[in-house]
């Protein structure tokens, strides 16, 4: 199937601990995203690469590391997790850098509770 | 800074058509997009101007402003799937796709 994966699909941890998201696309894009979705639904970027060069970088705590080690991949590290942390997490892939008439490509989401 | 605005509720009958509506104010403007989200699932994309004008895509058609800085989504013989939170989003320099706070469209019977 051609789409935007990430695992995992639900995580939930300790304060404190550090987790990672991972997310691959399959589809040739050449820009990956992450956005954060709090309880009322808002969506918020966080980062974006453009085949592996990091080129948004949003007022994100540095607790959040993102690495892109190809143009498919892009993973999300999280160091000391907080209770504020806890969100839908989406990765979104699109082409040549912006939304275009395809518009992005979200995978299904990681649901991080932080207890 | 930068904001979009939608209604965060609208309420309509199967059959119906509906409106939302979007007003942007963006550093910089490079299309008005529309996305869909189903409670649980992911945002998917409907639609996209980059001109002003009516875009049809099936019962859905979306329409820019640019010069009102302004835009909706209609949707036409709705159906109880469409139930779901309409986001518009904007591009604007710099690659930053910015999203509204999302309108809950709720379809009655």
């Known amino acids: 199937d051609t789409a935007v994966s990430q695992t995992p699909k639900y995580l939930v941890t300790q304060m404190g601990n550090d987790k990672s998201i991972k997310c691959e696309q399959n589809l040739g894009h050449d820009t990956m995203y992450w956005y954060k979705q709090d309880s009322k639904k808002f969506l918020k970027i966080m980062f974006s690469?453009?085949?592996?060069?990091?080129?948004i970088n949003e007022t994100v705590p540095n607790r959040f590391s993102p690495k892109s080690p190809d143009k498919a991949h892009l993973n999300l590290h999280i160091n000391s997790l907080e209770l504020g942390d806890s969100a839908v997490y989406f990765c979104a892939s699109s082409q040549v850098g912006g939304q275009g008439v395809y518009g992005y490509t979200f995978g299904s989401g990681t649901r991080l509770t932080v207890v | 800074g930068q904001s979009l605005e939608q209604p965060s509720e609208v309420t309509a009958v199967e059959g119906a058509i509906v409106q939302i509506n979007c007003t942007y104010q963006?550093?910089?403007?490079?299309?008005l997009s529309w996305y869909q989200q189903h409670d649980g699932g992911a945002p998917t994309f409907l639609s996209y101007n980059a001109l002003d004008g009516l875009e049809e895509t099936g019962r859905f058609s979306s329409f820019l402003s640019r010069s009102d800085s302004y835009g909706y989504l209609l949707l036409q013989e709705l159906q109880m799937k469409d139930s779901a939170s309409y986001f518009c989003?904007?591009?604007?320099?710099?690659?930053?796709?910015?999203f509204g706070a999302g309108t809950r469209l709720f379809v009655k019977a």
């Open positions: 690469y453009n085949n592996k060069e990091l080129i």
């Open positions: 963006t550093s910089g403007f490079y299309g």
């Open positions: 989003a904007v591009r604007d320099m710099g690659f930053k796709t910015i």
